[in-house]
């Protein structure tokens, strides 16, 4: 019996196989620490043929957990890493290593493409603000810097696609990824008039046609299945964005209620549903995302941080060194039950900082290469636990900026990421956005949102609607309403850390240029 699927979620951090029942059960999972490398000048690349064989790897451990895993599966999802240039040639092999969307190589270029008139008109077609992170801006990059490894390729996907392509030989990507780099948001197709903005007209030939995986699928070939194990004709389904995935995973689609959803992960991910184009806020600053989702006619639209545990990692980071100086060893589970602790015994709201840690900048609610963290406020009266209570602070205000980009704050915001496990972060990011907090259980929501397109396309279920009423609303906690009083405190202080983030930009730029950062 196929009672079985697979969903693969190929993060940054790590790779994962998960399985699930047909229902929603998660039952097994196997994963595999991701690798890639850093480069001078703000490169982060990775390598096409490890990252498959990592993933081959995780498939594999998965059979050993569930008996006749094999014969059991329906299907495979594939949702992997977002934005970035995965190349490959007409042989299908890698053209070098891809550029990840963590590169920065491309961010002053898109300074200077932001600067042109025309790219008002760009993001109102793809409804995506243009960022380093991103497949178009890194292929003009590459055009300008780099013109021999475009000639050198036939195609050019992301990390789900380059996996998906392993699997079945399919060379294609999903109307997520393909429509908010190339494409117009409201036909769900790629865009003429994009290319041209982006000068990438004459190199159309790289992008692959699109694929609606809750409709069509391919079959997993006699070469992948030798390698995973699985087999020959079992169904891969190419799942969106893992930022749509991992939404829908965690209950952003609910056409019930004004719901948001806010993923507190490496990266912060703060989604609201649009239930038609029509709906769709694009704000003044042209940032954020317009992200097609596996509904007719449904969207998130999206404002992601650079930055969410990268900053709690850093924190934790420096109360470690201290710690281990003194001769004391603290596993990162202690540090991070101290954490609850040190917030809890500290003042709201006397310090600001800006969360702004990760050395890409920032691209939500505002795109900023340069952009740096910091603490404000700082005196002799403060000690580590102000500083703690400052960063969840600094996240919740972020979330807050980024949710008021897309239009009103969502009257109900749905937490996933495993920051979310943090009574402290849940109470401060309900009193600063004054939201219905709700957390969802569910471990691994970018492979269930993969799963999730699968169990509707092979008809497990008649519609993404019935699939969640099962998958995602059962494991939805129980309402954290927001404390008055100290929604009153972070209403307060909310517009400073709006005007600090607007006056350090210029501070941002010189200690870039200072520090040699190049176009």
Sequence with gaps: MKDLLIGIDAGTSVIKSVAFDLSGRQLAMASVTNSFVTLEGGGAEQDLDQTWRDMVETVRELAPKLPDLARRTAAVAITGQGDGTWLIDGDGMPVGRAWLW???????????????????????????????????????????????????????????????????????????????????????????????ILDLTTHRRLLPPMLEGTTDHHPLSASAAEETGLLEGTPVVLGYVDMVSTALGAGLYDPSGNVGCTVIGSTGIHTRLARTADDVVLNDNASGYTIAMPVP??????????????????????????????????????????????????????????????????????????????????SVKHGFGDLARAVLEGLAFAARDCYQAMG???????????AARSPSLRRIIAAVTRAQVRTSSRQEAGAAGAAMMAAV????????????????????????????????TYDALFPSFVAARQALRPVWKGMAHRTGAKS
Aim: net charge negative; aromatic share 8%.
């Design 102 to 196: 963590l590169d920065a190589r491309a961010g002053h270029l898109v300074d200077e493409m932001r600067c042109d008139a025309r790219d008002r008109t760009r993001f109102e077609i793809t409804g995506t603000g243009l960022n380093a992170c991103q497949q178009g801006a890194q292929l003009s990059w590459l055009k300008r810097n780099s013109p021999e490894i475009l000639e050198r390729a036939a195609t050019a996907l992301h990390c789900k696609d380059w996996l998906y392509f392993k699997m079945t030989g399919e060379r294609a990507t999903d109307p997520s990824e393909g429509t908010f780099t190339f494409g117009d948001f409201r036909s769900r197709s790629y865009s003429d008039a994009v290319l041209d």
């Design 297 to 378: 006619g449904a969207y998130a639209q999206l404002q992601s941080n650079m930055a969410a545990t990268l900053n709690i990692d850093w924190l934790l980071g420096l109360a470690r060194d201290v710690l281990t100086a003194s001769g004391a060893k603290p596993s990162r589970d202690e540090l991070l039950k101290a954490l609850d602790a040190w917030v809890e015994g500290s003042e709201p709201g006397s310090l600001v900082y800006q969360p702004y840690i990760s050395l890409a900048g920032e691209r939500g609610p505002f795109v900023d290469p340069d952009a740096r963290a910091g603490f404000i406020g700082l």
């Design 408 to 418: 009103a704050v969502p009257g109900e915001i749905r937490l996933s990421g495993g």
């Design 457 to 488: 396309g092979l008809g497990v279920y008649r519609s993404m609607d019935d699939c969640c009423a099962e998958w995602v609303t059962p494991l939805l906690g129980e309402c954290d309403t927001y404390d008055e009083a100290l929604s009153q």
